[in-house]
């Protein structure tokens, strides 16, 4: 559980970050709402929130996940670890610690980051995003030394956890960005919001399309190192748990089609007048499925956590 909250966290804050730099700030570039930016009416304010929440939960799972590993290495109680100091041995003297130490560094850079965007100007936060941006890729991307491929060593290692960190961007862009696209979908009201809405769906699409194709190289070349073969696919648990979570991956990449055929040109090509005829139930049927598309998301962290915790089906030659 703790790990599933703590990817979630880091998936969330990362894909936020994303949305910000790559969908929210060139979508509503230029286009205004009486004397107030777009970003600001309504927008900018909840993700910010998102935002804090995220690295809130990030950082209390990141502790109790530190405290259960020391318990677990330790032998101790929860009460004698703490009252031992044996945490503190373990960030400082094992790689997971060493590892947990990197992420507190950026965490803390992210924490400040996002302490000063609250002081700037709504319209002038560009720069603070895309800090935010590159401290939580790094705090998601150093994931990937705590699951299998940080196991490993030489150059399979190498490959592994290259792999597994575009895994993880490629995620945390499509998944982390779900919702801050259903936050924006919440207000639709004039044309200029609606102007937005189109440039933004359209860019979200784009970025998702890119993301679902490294996922599925990076998840290919991830599964060559830890179930093998396809046949060991339904052998063993791991792979059964790989199967679960291709076929949820499924169900959210046929809810984003379904958004880029049929939902998008809709909302694109729209009748006469702001948000008239059939723009309004498509406004709400597009965040009605990304709502949906986010819960898939999250059974599948839920199963990336289980993975992390479950022995390869097999272990990599090398």
Aim: glycine content about 12%.
């Amino acid at each position: 559980m703790l790990r599933t909250m703590h990817f979630a966290a880091s998936l969330s804050l990362f894909g936020i970050a994303a949305f910000r730099v790559f969908i929210l700030g060139p979508a509503c570039r230029g286009i205004d709402i009486g004397a107030m930016p777009l970003q600001a009416a309504g927008v900018g304010r909840p993700l910010a929130c998102a935002a804090r929440i995220s690295l809130g939960l990030w950082l209390v799972s990141l502790l109790l996940w530190l405290l259960v590993e020391a318990v677990s290495m330790s032998g101790q109680t929860v009460a004698d670890c703490v009252r031992h100091g044996t945490f503190v041995t373990v960030l400082t003297r094992t790689q997971f610690g060493h590892n947990c130490e990197l992420r507190l560094v950026f965490g803390a850079l992210a924490m400040a980051c996002l302490v000063g965007d609250a002081r700037r100007p709504l319209g002038n936060r560009a720069g603070a995003s895309a800090l935010l941006l590159i401290f939580s890729a790094v705090m998601l991307v150093s994931l990937a030394w705590v699951g299998h491929a940080g196991a490993m060593s030489g150059r399979p290692a190498r490959i592994h956890l290259a792999a597994d960190g575009a895994h993880l961007l490629a995620a945390g862009a499509w998944l982390g960005g779900l919702v801050p696209l259903a936050l924006f979908y919440r207000r639709h009201a004039g044309t200029a919001w609606l102007s937005a809405a189109q440039s933004a769906t359209r860019r979200f699409s784009t970025l998702g399309l890119i993301c679902v194709g490294a996922v599925i190289v990076s998840g290919i070349v991830n599964a060559c190192f830890t179930v093998g073969t396809v046949a060991l696919l339904a052998e063993s648990d791991y792979g059964r748990l790989v199967l679960a979570k291709i076929a949820l991956l499924a169900v959210m990449v046929g809810i984003a089609a379904m958004n880029r055929l049929i939902l998008m040109p809709r909302l694109c090509a729209p009748p006469p007048g702001p948000l008239s005829g059939d723009v309004g139930p498509t406004i709400r049927r597009l965040r009605r499925n990304t709502l949906i598309e986010a819960a898939v998301g999250m059974l599948v962290l839920v199963v990336v956590g289980l993975l992390g915790i479950t022995p390869p089906g097999q272990s990599f030659p090398y």
